[in-house]
């Protein structure tokens, strides 16, 4: 998912007038089609960065949202590793492709509908991927592999001329510039989930979200504050025309609203006045949260990378010595008290779980060192702005951060931004001062070029949505990932990206510090057995149910 996937939290919060909440704890009332039934409110940390499925690309929007658009390929409704296996969603099966893995051949499921009872058409499916260059979306950088689709996004053509699709037939045909083995992976993402043409083409429908293709449909949005998602009427459409994979909902309705305080929703949970929290509970709640709440709560794991950026492209950062120098100035260790046990230290780009990890710490903490290798290389420039965001941990992340950089001789501006706007802003390459901050990346798809493509390669520098936050673009390591996506993962290629994250650790343009273990806590009535956490997209909301 492109700029940096946050973690969601998810409790239960029903507003009233003005601006005060109810507490709640799931109504059991009698469900439409698909089982269960019954509504349940629950309140995200942050609101999703956008409510549109070409441009959301964070843990709250995904989480959300995944439940609404359903691509022609999907993740399989399953638990760990079986969930990261691509299957039929709108498409009647996976793709043919050709024997030098340059065309790819679906065709869309007959008599679908969406949710405001328009036609499903093989055109939508080219009209969604337009949406992503049009808007300059951080998941454009994965569809820039189809043939035409440069040429359209520099205006230079109409349409995508590597997309043909008939919409009497449902045949959909894609070609690609060159074999891409992450291809499939990339057809599974909410990027390219059909759209209809009454879509706005060149900017977001957050307050006005394109009709839905899935389980859910949103009816109600007032951004940032809440949202309602119900029952899609027409996802009998999909469903009869054979979608097995894609699971339908098990509840009537879901509330969503921002609710920042995390002790106030574990306290919530704890009375059954919350029905799920997604965030991991405060540091100083987690302790009582596993010893009175176990039978309600677990631990999850996350593939992920919790990271500091530095912009390679203007000073000091644009000094390989100084970007070293920090690395060896940070110690993950007291990021790792500062996560209070939710985090493991690391100091690299892929992660533990991801094809390609191999353990590699260029930079022991060593903080002489970094003091000595920052005299010689003695930067002009000692003025640094600090980003943030305003969720804990991540706040006092980045004022650790901060602090060492005082200790190095820096003088600094911390800016901590609201965590409903963080990466939109510091995605923007016209805000003044983006030298370096914190981030963090949770997997698209579990492939290791997902850490690589969107995040480092230098077509993934864009003049909003940007999701390579260092600037960094060095072309003979761009040419490696673009070669080792067009081939399928084995061995040989994971070692080659094992070498690949030791590379751009020498260049240093991050500061990896940690890998986040997420967990769910549930209220007495939810059927935590039940409740399908996806590596990639979290709980699938489809699976909540009451007991």
Known sequence: MYTLRKVVAIACITPLAGFGVAACGGDKGAGGGGGGGGDINVALTSFPDYVDPQLSYTVEGWEVLWNV?????????????EGTQVVPGLAEKMP???????????????????????????????????????????GSV???????????????????????????????????????????????LMFAAPVPPSTPLDKDATNSPPPSSGPFMISKVDAPRTMTLERNPNFKTVKDAGAD?????????????????????????????????????????????????????????SINTYYFWMNTQTAPFN??????????????EALERIYSGGLAATHQILPEGIPGHKPLNLYPHNLAKAKEMLKEANPSDMDITVWTDTE?????????????LKELGFNTKLKIINADNYFT???????????????????????????FQPLLAGESILPTNNGNFANIDEPKLNKEIAKLSEEQLGPEQEAAYAELDKKY?????????????????????????????????FQYLTSFEFK
């Open 69 to 81: 658009y359903t691509p022609l390929l999907t993740y399989k409704h399953a638990k760990g590793k």
């Open 96 to 138: 043919d492709i050709s024997p030098d893995g340059k065309t790819y051949k679906l065709k869309l499921r007959p008599n679908m509908k969406y949710s405001d009872g328009t036609s499903i058409k093989a055109s939508d499916f080219t009209y969604g991927i337009q949406r992503l260059f049009k808007a300059d979306s951080g």
């Open 142 to 188: 994965f569809f820039d592999v189809i043939v035409g689709a440069k040429d359209y996004a520099d205006g230079k053509a109409n349409t995508i001329s590597g997309i043909k699709t008939d919409d009497n037939t449902g045949d959909i045909t894609i070609e690609l510039t060159e074999a891409n083995g992450t291809f499939e992976n990339v057809l599974g």
């Open 245 to 301: 994979e894609v699971a339908g909902a098990n509840v009537d309705k879901i509330t969503v609203t921002e609710n920042k305080n995390n002790s106030a929703q574990v306290t919530d949970i704890e009375q059954n006045k919350v029905d799920f929290m997604a965030d991991p509970p405060a540091s100083d709640r987690l302790q009582e949260v596993k010893t009175r709440y176990g039978s309600r709560f677990r631990m999850e794991q």
């Open 319 to 332: 000094d390989i010595k100084v970007r070293q120098a920090i690395n060896y100035a940070v110690d993950p």
């Open 392 to 404: 804990s941990p991540n706040n006092e992340a980045g004022e650790y951060y901060e602090s060492v």
């Open 425 to 451: 802003i510091i995605g923007n390459k016209t805000t003044p001062d983006l030298d370096t901050g914190w981030s963090d990346w949770y997997e698209d798809y579990p492939h290791p070029n997902d850490f």
């Open 505 to 537: 650790m020498e260049l240093a343009p991050w500061i990896p510090y940690g890998q986040r273990t997420l967990t769910t806590f549930v209220a007495s009535n939810i059927n935590l057995e039940n409740i399908i956490t996806n590596p990639t997209f």
